[in-house]
């Protein structure tokens, strides 16, 4: 069985995209500083394409998580796999997603980050897919929302491949 890609949102339009919201971004924080968490892997594209483009000053940590449950359907309890280096104390925090689906990673990682007493917390993610929220988590910012398809690219993988793809594709299984 093989794969093939379909492009739904051009490297284009995901740099056009991720400029706006850099500049929303550093409109809302001015005076302050931005603490960036990356949610590796998939956040790594799009947090590094977003710093670049952010004109307040912004520091960088990175989490790595994996949720509890088969592949195709997380429980909603996310385990640490990797933990951030700095603490959050008084920080302004925002998370940096690659997509938000059921919502359950992120709410559950949202109440984590909040006990360790940051400033304030909050979410932006590239990829939102509104129609299969199961757990509401408030999204601050959302480069686009995108239909109930499983996409690829910008850091999204298929099987750990297709992350290092320029722009988002859906994946079309031939099963020939
Ligand atoms: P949830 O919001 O807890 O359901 O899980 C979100 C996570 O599932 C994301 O961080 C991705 O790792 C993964 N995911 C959900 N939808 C897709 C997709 O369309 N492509 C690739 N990964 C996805
Ligand atoms: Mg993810």
């Known amino acids: 069985m093989s794969e093939k890609i379909r492009v739904l949102i051009s490297e284009e339009e995901v740099e056009n995209r991720i400029q706006q919201i850099a500049a929303k971004i550093s409109k809302d924080y001015a005076g302050k500083e931005i603490h960036l968490i990356c949610v590796l892997k998939g956040g790594v594209f799009f947090t590094c394409e977003l710093a670049k483009r952010i004109t307040v000053p912004v520091s960088l940590d990175f989490m790595s998580v ?3 449950g088969d592949d195709t359907k997380s ?11 700095q603490p959050l104390i008084g920080k302004d ?27 304030s917390v909050r979410l932006c993610t590239l990829l939102d897919k ?14 686009f929302n995108i239909p109930d398809e499983f996409v690829v690219g910008y850091g999204l993988d298929y099987a750990q491949k297709y992350r290092n793809l320029p722009f988002i594709g859906v994946v079309d299984l031939d099963r020939e």
């Open 130 to 143: 509104p129609e299969r929220r199961v757990k509401e988590v408030k999204v601050d910012y959302c480069c």
């Open 66 to 68: 994996s949720s509890y």
């Open 93 to 119: 925090v925002l998370i940096v997603e690659d997509i938000i689906d059921s919502g359950r990673t992120l709410s559950y990682l949202m109440e984590i980050l909040k006990g360790r007493n940051p400033n």
């Open 75 to 85: 429980s909603g309890v996310v385990r640490i796999v990797k933990d951030l280096d």
